[in-house]
Structures are given as structure tokens and as C-alpha cells.
């Protein structure tokens, strides 16, 4: 199948696909007779993984490190729960940095007024700390 089908079926992008090619995720898929990218049902299985590890958070090399597992039956599977629980601590530190930027930006809504009048504390508090 061309890429445009590969990607059609797996749900992402054509240019996803030529990304994770060139990041060395994705093999280089075979070429037909007139240049076209062709990718066969392990391709797009490949795909398909890496698709799904992207879903979760997992960024190129952790990525690249769940392959060669994947790919790899004689892999122990304490190595893949210890990339998952990396990736976990990962995801959680980041939703506790969003939850207090949400709360930050909660804080100075409300002690904005939002009439007619210039005076905003939201606009105050990012000019101070633009200095």
C-alpha cells in the first residue's frame, strides 16, 4: 500500500509516517518502481505501535526503546513496565505543572473585574514577570 493508504488505515497523518521514517523509528519503507513509498502489514503494524505509544506520551527515544522490546521475544517484561512507569511519572509531573498554571491564571481571574475599567491584575502579573 502507498503511504497515503498506510495512513489511512492507521489512522495518522502521511506525514507522521515520513517523520517517523526519518527520526528512525519506522524503517524506510521499500520503494516501488516509480518512487512511491509501499509499506506491507508488518509496516504498517510498526505504525500502528508507534501511533499508539505517541497517544500515550511517549516520546522518540522511549519509543525507539519499546520497539526493540517489542520486537525483541526474548525481552524481559520488567524493562517495558519500567519504561511505562517512567512514562507515567512523566505524565503525571507534567498534569501537576498544568494544574497549577490553571490555578494561577484561576487566581488572577478572579480578582479581575472584567468591566469596563483598564485596571486588569491578569495583565499586571504578566507584565511583572515579563521584567
Same mark, same amino acid.
Given at each position: 500500500? =502507498?503511504i497515503?493508504? !498506510? @495512513?489511512?488505515?492507521?489512522?495518522?497523518s502521511?506525514? !507522521? *509516517?515520513? =517523520?517517523?521514517?526519518?527520526?528512525?523509528l519506522?524503517?524506510?519503507?521499500?520503494? @516501488?518502481?516509480?518512487?512511491?513509498?509501499?509499506?506491507?502489514?508488518?509496516?504498517?503494524? =510498526? *505504525?500502528?505501535?508507534?501511533?499508539?505509544?505517541?497517544?500515550?506520551?511517549?516520546?522518540?527515544?522511549?519509543?525507539?526503546?519499546?520497539? !526493540?522490546?517489542?520486537? #525483541?521475544?526474548?525481552?524481559?517484561? /520488567?524493562?517495558?513496565?519500567?519504561? !511505562?512507569?517512567?512514562?507515567?511519572?512523566?505524565?503525571?509531573?507534567?498534569? #501537576?505543572?498544568?494544574?497549577?498554571?490553571?490555578?494561577?491564571?484561576?487566581?488572577? /481571574?478572579?480578582?479581575?473585574?472584567?468591566? @469596563?475599567?483598564? #485596571?486588569?491584575?491578569?495583565?499586571?502579573?504578566?507584565?511583572?514577570?515579563?521584567?
Open positions: 500500500m =502507498t497515503g493508504e !498506510a @495512513a489511512r488505515v492507521a489512522g495518522v502521511a506525514k !507522521a *509516517i515520513r =517523520t517517523w521514517e526519518r527520526s528512525g519506522l524503517p524506510g519503507a521499500a520503494r @516501488a518502481g516509480n518512487g512511491y513509498r509501499r509499506y506491507d502489514g508488518s509496516d504498517l503494524a =510498526t *505504525i500502528r505501535f508507534i501511533a499508539r505509544a505517541r497517544s500515550l506520551g511517549f516520546g522518540v527515544e522511549r519509543i525507539r526503546g519499546l520497539l !526493540a522490546l517489542w520486537q #525483541d521475544r526474548g525481552r524481559p517484561s /520488567a524493562e517495558v513496565k519500567s519504561l !511505562a512507569a517512567a512514562q507515567v511519572e512523566e505524565l503525571d509531573a507534567q498534569a #501537576d505543572a498544568l494544574r497549577a498554571m490553571a490555578n494561577s491564571l484561576r487566581h488572577l /481571574a478572579a480578582h479581575c473585574q472584567g468591566d @469596563a475599567r483598564p #485596571d486588569c491584575p491578569i495583565l499586571e502579573e504578566l507584565a511583572r514577570s515579563a521584567s
